[in-house]
Antibody
Framework: QVHLVESEGGVVQPGGSLRLSCAASGFIFNNYGMHWVRQAPGKGLEWVALMGDDGIKIYQTDSVKGRFTISRDNSNYTLYLQLNSLRPEDTAVYYC?????????????WGQGTLVTVSS | DIVMTQSPDSLAVSLGERATINCKSSQSILFSSNNKNYLAWYQQKPGQPPKLLIYWASSRESGVPDRFSGSGSGTDFTLTINSLQADDVAVYYCQQYYDTPYTFGQGTKLEIK
């Protein structure tokens, strides 16, 4: 069955950086777009970024453009999110999610999430 | 960006009764070329990631009980949960995938009365 496992997050100072990874198994990774979705403590869901199955097309929400970079390694079934210039408002649980239909935008499987805390 | 607005923010329903959650998009999310509404519903229980319930506004994901159903078109959508069970206590989110950035409603917290 499908498994998505995010790497451990952590506490980062404002302006700092962190790289998250998501190890995927149970499906043909390079056939599906993959997403990052975040959830601030006690708040709702916010889509962050999508990387297409082709490893080329990238879409991001405006608030992270120029600061976050999504990438993937299809040979190792791994999705990444490089977080730079972190701000306190980036504090959230970050989920990786598989797209149900290529890069449609329907999230059919989710990891358990990893907490990133941006604080001095 | 397409804004998704859910109502109510919270509701309490008795076991065995019906729960209805509404979702409104700031613009139509019906794609005319395929006549599909680009809307999904998710359930999130405390401490868990969201779970996909419904996509294309009314298609039930595999394994989701048929007590859950979605309806609506254009800008107005509804998630209906029949015969409410204790296990249905959760926050429910609608989400549009018509265009990026994909956006979610603010969530509706469902409790047992």
């Amino acid at each position: 069955q499908v498994h998505l496992v995010e790497s451990e997050g952590g506490v980062v100072q404002p302006g700092g950086s962190l790289r998250l990874s998501c190890a995927a198994s149970g499906f043909i990774f390079n056939n599906y777009g993959m997403h990052w979705v975040r959830q601030a403590p006690g708040k709702g869901l916010e889509w962050v970024a999508l990387m297409g199955d082709d490893g080329i097309k990238i879409y991001q929400t405006d608030s992270v453009k120029g600061r976050f970079t999504i990438s993937r390694d299809n040979s190792n079934y791994t999705l990444y999110l490089q977080l730079n210039s972190l701000r306190p408002e980036d504090t959230a649980v970050y989920y990786c999610a598989k797209d149900r239909e290529g890069r449609r935008g329907i999230f059919d499987y989710w990891g358990q999430g990893t907490l990133v805390t941006v604080s001095s | 960006d397409i804004v998704m607005t859910q109502s109510p923010d919270s509701l309490a329903v008795s076991l065995g009764e019906r729960a209805t959650i509404n979702c409104k998009s700031s613009q139509s999310i019906l794609f005319s070329s395929n006549n599909k509404n680009y809307l999904a519903w998710y359930q999130q229980k405390p401490g868990q990631p969201p779970k996909l319930l419904i996509y294309w506004a009314s298609s039930r994901e595999s394994g989701v009980p048929d007590r859950f159903s979605g309806s609506g078109s254009g800008t107005d959508f509804t998630l209906t949960i029949n015969s409410l069970q204790a296990d249905d206590v959760a926050v429910y989110y609608c989400q549009q995938y018509y265009d990026t950035p994909y956006t979610f409603g603010q969530g509706t917290k469902l409790e047992i009365k």
